[in-house]
């Protein structure tokens, strides 16, 4: 008996990745951004969901993708790490797709220097990237949102 994986998929013009459907919380419409001073480049900005202020990552950007701005079409995938919440912009959200583990081919087997992507869906249509959200942001990145969203919490407190 074969274990199977079950991933969310989303698109980024006519590419297609998956986050594991474990660290999607869901997918929402596109809201507007709120621009989060001294945060590095990858973050667009925040967002409130239901009271708490979570970063919005720019995909795009970290895979080298054509920047565009947020359209009322695009998504939100509200996924979560081991340190934080946090919400992803992407084009379509196509919902779950869930493979046989042996179905999905390890990246390093592929091509070194992918470490974003642990690992790749073949599909009749192409191949789908699985994302390590876990990988997103640096170290350095993530010091820079922990700066910038406990300033910008200060600031609104007052302090």
């Known amino acids: 008996m074969s274990l199977s994986c079950r991933f969310v998929t989303f698109r980024l013009d006519d590419r297609q ?7 999607v919380e869901r997918a929402i419409r596109a809201v507007e951004v709120t621009p989060l001073p001294n945060a590095p480049p990858v973050v667009l ?8 202020v979570i ?3 720019n995909v795009r950007r970290r895979f080298q993708l054509p920047e565009r701005a947020i359209e009322p079409s695009d998504w939100f995938l509200l996924a979560r790490t081991a340190r934080r919440r946090a919400v992803l ?9 869930e493979r046989a583990s042996h179905d999905v081919v390890r990246s390093a087997g592929i091509l070194p220097g992918l ?9 009749d249509e192409g191949l789908v990237l699985i994302h390590d959200l876990e990988r ?3 170290l350095d990145e993530t010091r820079a949102l922990d700066q910038a969203l406990d ?3 200060r600031a609104s407190d007052g302090r």
């Open 89 to 97: 912009v992407v084009d379509a959200s196509d919902g779950v797709l």
């Open 136 to 138: 997103f942001l640096s």
């Open 151 to 153: 300033d910008s919490s």
């Open 45 to 52: 900005g925040v967002i409130n969901v239901h009271g708490q």
């Open 55 to 57: 970063p919005v990552l």
């Open 115 to 123: 470490e974003q992507f642990p690992g790749v869906i073949t599909l």
């Open 17 to 23: 990745y998956a986050l594991p459907l474990p660290v």
